[in-house]
């Protein structure tokens, strides 16, 4: 029988140093639990819609990593491995003892480094929008210098031009403001934090050792992982599908939710078949 997950009391769970800000939703008697991984700036609430979406299919666990959303920055510096750390407590807390891993650009690599070290949790994986290393450490450098310097400010225009494509990035988009303004409140340290850790981060030899089925999604305008970098993860994962999201940015969960909860429905009903999706 299916294991069931209570849906949570209480929306903080201390994991190790660090008190993290979680929600469980959907449908709670259902397995593998679908947890979603965000990316550097962003919190939880850029899942609601999928979530909502999902709700009657799957049942969610969503969470803001250390040094973003109402979770504790930490100790610094930090890699990906704390992160990873972070979800495996949060994981054994709750008593999760499968998932499907959704991680979004940082969240994909935080997905890879859960899987090297616990791929027993680990049903399957959707890579958004990411990849097994994401820039240049220049560029990070470049961008932790401007974070110190200037805090979020000066990064706000280049990473919405990144994020969404220029028809979501109009005045009267209420949504675009409300996604501006969550960059623009983020907690400059963590930013910087998480921007160390991408730099100093490389999975690709954890990319090749994925044992489980994984779908690498991108939106076909994503200005920070664009559709050749993602689709050179997938040519390392033994066995991956690959797909591309029309009229969409960086982030589907916000710019293109229906298309993005379709795949993952679509997968997870494979996973659970025991069928392919690739
Ligand atoms: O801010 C960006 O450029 C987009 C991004 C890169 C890694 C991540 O998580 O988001």
């Known amino acids: 029988m299916a ?22 939703c959907g449908n709670a008697s259902r397995q593998p639990v679908v947890v979603a991984i965000n990316s550097l700036g962003t919190d939880f609430r850029i899942w609601e819609t999928v979530a909502e979406e999902l709700a009657p299919h799957a049942a969610f666990l969503l969470y803001d990593k250390r040094g973003h959303g109402l979770s504790d920055l930490g ?3 930090q890699s990906i491995e704390d992160h990873a750390g972070d979800l ?7 008593g999760i003892a499968r998932v499907l891993l959704c991680g979004l650009s940082v969240g994909g690599l935080i997905a890879l480094a859960l899987h090297q070290r616990r791929p027993d949790l680990v049903a399957g994986v959707v890579f958004c929008d ?3 290393r994401i ?3 220049e560029s990070w450098d470049a961008r932790i210098a401007a974070v110190d310097a200037e805090g979020l400010a000066p990064l706000l225009d280049p990473v919405m031009e990144r994020w969404f ?3 979501y990035r109009v005045a009267e988009n209420a949504d675009y403001a409300g ?3 969550m960059l623009a409140r983020q907690s400059p340290q963590g930013y910087a934090a998480t921007c160390a850790a991408i730099r100093d981060a490389d999975y690709t030899q954890a990319a090749r050792a994925i044992t489980v089925p994984a779908l690498c999604l991108v939106g076909d305008r994503d200005g920070a992982t664009p559709p050749d970098v993602v689709r050179s993860l997938a040519n390392l994962i033994p066995e991956a599908g690959f797909a591309v999201i029309a009229d969409c940015g960086h982030l589907p969960c916000i710019e293109q939710p229906a298309a993005l909860a379709s ?5 997870l009903a494979a996973l659970t078949e025991g069928s392919s999706y690739v």
């Open 3 to 24: 294991e069931k997950v209570e849906v949570a009391q209480v929306p903080f769970m201390r994991v190790g140093e660090v008190a993290i800000h979680y929600r469980l």
């Open 75 to 77: 100790a610094l510096p």
């Open 88 to 94: 495996e407590r949060l994981l054994g807390a709750l």
């Open 130 to 132: 990411t990849a097994h």
């Open 135 to 137: 820039g240049t450490a």
């Open 165 to 167: 494509t220029p028809a």
């Open 179 to 181: 996604y501006r303004n």
């Open 263 to 267: 795949h993952i429905r679509a997968f």
